[in-house]
Nanobody, 121 residues
């Protein structure tokens, strides 16, 4: 069974940093896109950052210049380095993956269970 396993998150003061990681558990052929979205209760899910298999990245406007997404070439995983955190970054962050289980087959969408990030003094 393929799963996205998240780690990181927690409580940090404004201006601080956190690092989120997301690793694929289970056997897959490869990934098309992986990244992070976030959601605050009552609001729509928002793009944070994604990266594709070629290393092309896309960031949400609110995190540009502060967050950086990267791939782990040793395993199928992505990391999100979050710097200069603000209270408005507080949300549940969920890992997303468009993963291809088998060569030549279409990819499928997978989501992690979400991890809470709270920015507060």
């Amino acid at each position: 069974q393929v799963q996205l396993v998240e780690s990181g998150g927690g409580l940090v003061q404004p201006g601080g940093s956190l690092r989120l990681s997301c690793e694929v558990s289970g056997r897959i052929f490869g990934f098309v896109t992986m990244g992070w979205y976030r959601q605050v209760p009552g609001n729509q899910r928002e793009l944070v950052a994604v990266i594709n298999s070629s290393g092309v990245t896309v960031y949400g406007d609110s995190v540009k210049g502060r967050f950086a997404i990267s791939r782990d070439n040793a395993k199928i995983a992505v990391h999100l380095q979050m710097n200069s955190l603000k209270p408005e970054d507080t949300a549940v962050y969920s890992c997303y993956g468009s993963l291809r289980k088998y060569a030549g087959r279409p990819s499928g969408d997978y989501w992690g269970q979400g991890t809470q990030v709270t920015v507060s003094s």
